[in-house]
């Protein structure tokens, strides 16, 4: 017996029926038609893997067969251990305050006159040589622990110096 469209009453092609009661007509597509949800499984560190969620596969997350590695945890919903909690910290001792640091004698030539900007030398030195290695600047603040605002000034400070 030939299996037919639920919709149209053509007959579906075996391999179709298998999987589908209804035709490729577009009517019939769009009459019947559902969208998957896809669920994506951590199986090891390098990649995830997809899987369409349907009934076995949620039996399959229930019962922990899929290991996220990453999170140590079973399934989609196993809790991770509790963090331990941490002793309360001391309150701190009135200090004096410190006397300020003497800064460093200016250097000579055009480059002293135009002062730098609020970082330190070694963010600016990290910041020009990730630039020249052509990464982006938000890649860069990410990398130093600085705004993407201040990686752009950087550069356009040591470009307006003549550095970069």
């Known amino acids: ?64 067969k899929y290991r996220d590695q990453r999170r140590g945890s079973f399934g989609t919903s196993a809790s991770a251990p509790p963090k331990p909690v941490p002793p309360p910290k001391q309150p701190k001792q009135p200090t004096q305050p410190r006397p300020p640091r003497p800064r460093p004698a200016a ?26 290695q052509g990464r982006r600047p938000d890649e860069i603040a990410q990398k130093l622990g600085i705004s993407s605002y201040l990686v752009t000034q950087i550069i356009l400070s040591a470009k307006n110096r003549g550095k970069n």
């Not at 030939?2 to 597509?29: D, F, S, V």
């Not at 560190?45 to 009934?55: G, N, Q, R, S, T």
């Not at 030539?109 to 020009?128: D, F, H, I, N, V």
Request: charged letters at 30%; one cysteine or more.
């Open 1 to 64: 017996m030939m299996t037919r469209c639920i919709t149209c009453g053509t007959e579906l092609h075996p391999e179709r029926a298998k999987k589908y009661n209804y035709c490729m007509a577009p009517e019939c597509q769009e009459k019947n038609a559902r969208p998957l949800t896809v669920v994506a499984i951590g199986m090891n560190k390098a990649a995830d893997e997809f899987m369409i969620l349907d009934e076995d596969t949620r039996e399959d997350l229930a019962s922990g």
């Open 107 to 132: 250097r000579r030539g055009p480059a002293a006159t135009q002062p730098r900007g609020p970082w330190t030398r070694s963010q600016e030195k990290l910041a020009l040589l990730y630039n020249e």
